[in-house]
């Protein structure tokens, strides 16, 4: 948006100068200049009808300060010279409005304050469009002809539009159009104003920043795009408007500080001109790609920076009194907008402006967030920063995995690192060390790989301690060294996991400076598998060097791979059992003092990191990991897998003080360690979004359960797998013919309750209904007398008559219990 105006007091010079109108064309050396607005430029805007309000601010300020005699300043004019055997050109490819409307101005003041013989300053003669015919001509005749503007009660576009020239072509002309608008509104604020006189010498005060192309690096093709837009501003220009109206604002002193100019020859200008100038130029190159089908891709991702990193220090430092755990109940409007609402300015389904109200408020407290942005922005433009950026930003371990800086989708994940990566650049201070970034890059795709974000909460705590960690002084120009240092402060133990297992590294690699832990971590953490989380094969058994350590990760690195654990090792489920029989203890297993227990347990890989989680928690299973690890060939590995799977092993419950859990847990884990069959109703029974895990249900049974699948678990606790088949034996059928088959597939039987019948005398039914884990109860459908006498019979609301109720555990134990029980019934008739 060309509405970059301010008061000041300046010289102009060669190169970069600040100039009038009459200057830049006439004024040049030895040499006329000829103004060009080439073809690819949109229609002149400021004249649209819909533009009132900004056209009339503008030429209203414009003329105050014509009256006034004052110094104004309309930023800079982009363009492109060049020399042919007609003259120089001055392509405008960026202040077409601006200077379209001066040449306006000069006209129609030359008319009011020329009387009868008006004289038309020579510049306005070497200003064209070529955008169409009609543009060029219209222009030409304006120039030529004597149109008297003077009537205080007759708009200029009535004289213009009389004249036996003006043909119905112009009418179609939106150029004219708005030319027309703008000579009436002009004419009609300066009669508002008193008409105050010496206006014409006056606009020699107006003044603006030629800059070449050439001078800072861009090329025309980028502003091509620029102007092939069409008529709608984006979201992101009328927000850039607003910044750049912000940071003029007189009250706003912390931008008018006198600054160098990054362009050979140019005057120190106040500091909201330099950050202006970059936003149209230096900056711009950062996201336009010669490549983007979309005119407004650039506009987006451009957009995207500003409202991503006000988000990021909306959590760092304006919220930092809430706690991570605090901040998703108690974020507010503010936060919505950067976070939520946003997006949807640069989105492909809503490109509407949402103002830059919440940006003010934040920047009244936070005036020093605009040099933070310079600071980040100049440094994402150096190339050696660009080019890492473009590498490094994949992920290491799949680089079609690619973190969404810019881009429309942007997960938690990719918050992380955006937020590390400005924090980053921020501590250094105009000073980036590539290696360094290239570590910490390391280091925060391994931790945003390694832990879950399922809210806010999550991601305000990792960028939270993060952004503690590089910015402790000297992190940046040393991140191995900083983080080592952290194991000893009391924020460690605060930290993520995936966090402490970097910081662990970290100290492994400066400690040990003549052994290269580094390149022996980078290599194994590239795995698809490991992606970055490799502690749970390094620390618990350690490695005396590198060496040793890759040996270990080439070993474990062939049983696991994209999809989770190897076919070798998944067939019959020898290592998923395998490290689960190394939980034989409440302790080693996770169990809490109330019994409560939950282990994801399957042999592939899902996008919340079942397995690996279970890998990287448990110690037990990391010390197996580790041992075979070290054995001299994958064979050697398999063949110790073997070893485990033939040896006995039992729950030591020594340390449960709850009697009611003690049993329950041995059996549990009995069919665990041994039940090949539970291992396939696992693996058949999960799926994208359910893995299943063995936990301790509704605090009374322990059961494989598919989460929030009411049906499909197998309580493990008791032996009713086995003690059923036996019952069938003696003449009992299943009630549920699906159980059968399930029987037959898993060795056990679905859901809570599992009922058995057999006919007796006199059409009396016997019914056995096993529930849950550990209970039987006895039904009969007609009472006989003699039934009566020796049970103590309690019907219940289906007309059932139930007789006993009796708990059981194991097949050895408690099936004769059963059993007498059915003869005792069945001897009754």
């Not at 006919?759 to 529930?771: D, R, S, T, V």
């Amino acid at each position: 948006m060309e509405e970059n105006y301010a008061i000041i007091s300046q010289q102009p010079t060669s190169a970069g100068r600040l100039c009038n109108f009459e200057d830049l064309i006439i004024n040049n050396g030895d040499q006329i200049i000829n103004i060009v607005v080439p073809k690819i430029q949109r229609a002149y805007a400021q004249g649209r009808i819909r533009e009132k309000n900004i056209r009339e601010h503008f030429i209203s300020q414009i003329l105050e300060s014509l009256s006034k005699g004052e110094d104004m300043e309309l930023n800079f004019v982009y363009g492109s010279k060049s020399t042919s055997e007609y003259g120089t050109t001055f392509e405008l490819l960026d202040g077409q409005q601006r200077l379209t409307t001066l040449f306006l101005l000069y006209w129609y003041f030359a008319r009011v304050e020329g009387g009868d013989k008006p004289i038309i300053p020579e510049a306005l003669k070497y200003f064209s469009y070529e955008t169409r015919t009609t543009s060029t001509d219209f222009i030409k005749k304006l120039v030529e002809s004597n149109i008297d503007v003077s009537n205080m009660d007759k708009v200029p576009s009535e004289s213009i539009c009389g004249r036996q020239w003006y043909t119905i072509a112009f009418d179609k002309d939106s150029t004219v159009e708005g030319m027309l608008t703008m000579l009436d509104t002009i004419h009609q604020l300066y009669n508002k104003l008193g008409r105050p006189s010496g206006m014409l010498t006056n606009l020699s005060k107006i003044r603006f920043y030629e800059l070449n192309l050439i001078d800072f690096g861009l090329t025309e093709e980028i502003y091509i795009k620029m102007n092939a837009r069409g008529l709608q501003l984006s979201p992101f220009e009328n927000y850039k408007a607003d910044l750049v109206k912000y940071m003029k604002d007189e009250n706003n002193l912390n931008y008018k500080e006198e600054v160098k100019m990054n362009i050979i020859g140019c005057p120190e200008v106040q500091y909201y001109l330099r950050f202006s100038q970059k936003l149209d130029s230096k900056w711009l190159n950062l996201f336009w790609l010669k490549n983007d089908e979309d005119n407004n891709v650039y506009c987006d991702k451009f957009f995207r920076f500003f409202y991503r990193y006000f988000s990021t220090k909306y959590y760092l430092e304006v919220k930092k009194d809430i706690t991570a755990q605090e901040f998703r109940p108690k974020r507010d409007d503010i936060w919505d907008f950067f976070w939520t609402d946003s997006p949807k300015q640069s989105s492909n389904i809503d490109k509407t402006y949402l103002g830059f109200t919440n940006y003010k408020t934040v920047l009244d407290d936070h005036s020093d967030y605009i040099r933070s942005i310079e600071i980040v922005l100049d440094a994402l433009c150096q190339d050696d920063v660009k080019n890492l950026l473009s590498s490094d930003l994949c992920a290491p371990w799949n680089i079609s995995i690619k973190c969404n800086f810019f881009e429309e989708e942007y997960k938690l994940q990719d918050a992380v690192m955006f937020a590390a990566i400005t924090e980053f650049i921020e501590a250094s201070v105009n000073n980036v060390d590539i290696t360094n970034l290239k570590r910490w890059i390391r280091v925060v795709w391994n931790c945003t790989e390694n832990q879950l974000f399922q809210n806010i909460n999550e991601l305000v705590s990792t960028v939270r301690n993060l952004s503690e960690i590089i910015r402790t002084y000297g992190a940046t120009h040393d991140v191995y060294g900083t983080m080592s240092k952290f194991i000893e402060r009391t924020e460690y133990k605060n930290y993520s996991r995936a966090i402490r297992e970097e910081i662990k590294k970290a100290q492994m690699i400066t400690n040990n400076p003549n052994k290269d832990w580094e390149s022996a971590f980078i290599k194994a953490e590239k795995h698809p598998f490991f992606k970055g989380a490799i502690g749970f094969f390094l620390f618990t058994i350690s490695p005396k060097t590198p060496e040793a350590f890759l040996h270990r990760y080439e070993i474990l690195g062939q049983m696991f791979d994209v999809k989770g654990i190897t076919q070798r090792f998944r067939d019959n489920h020898i290592l998923i059992m395998s490290m689960i029989r190394q939980l034989n203890s409440p302790e080693k297993m996770g169990i809490s003092k109330d019994g409560t227990i939950n282990i994801s347990i399957t042999e592939r890989y899902d996008t919340l990191n079942h397995l690996k989680s279970v890998l990287i928690e448990k110690e037990a299973i990391q010390k197996m990991l580790c041992t075979i690890g070290d054995l001299p060939s994958v064979d050697d590995a398999f063949a110790a897998l073997q070893c485990i799977m033939k040896s006995d092993v039992s729950f030591d419950e020594s340390s449960v003080a709850n009697n009611y859990l003690k049993g329950k847990l041995s059996r549990a884990f009995k069919r665990l360690a041994y039940d090949k069959k539970l291992y396939d109703f696992i693996e058949n029974e999960e799926d994208a979004t359910h893995i299943l895990e063995f936990t301790f249900l509704d605090k009374l049974h322990y059961a494989v359960n598919k989460r929030r699948s009411w049906y499909r678990k197998l309580f493990i606790e008791s032996e009713r797998n086995l003690i059923i088949p036996m019952i069938l034996k003696l003449g009992y059928s299943l009630e549920d013919v699906n159980e059968k088959e399930v029987f037959e597939k898993y060795g056990d039987y679905f859901g809570y309750d599992v009922w058995l019948s057999k006919a007796l005398e006199n059409g009396c039914i016997l019914q056995l209904k096993f529930y849950r884990g550990d209970g039987v109860e006895f039904y009969i459908n007609k009472p006989t007398e003699d039934i009566l006498n020796l049970f103590s019979v309690k019907e219940d609301d289906n007309g059932r008559f139930m007789l006993l109720k009796m708990t059981y555990q194991t097949q050895e134990d408690d099936y004769q219990l059963i059993t007498n029980a059915i003869n005792k019934i069945e001897n009754a008739f």
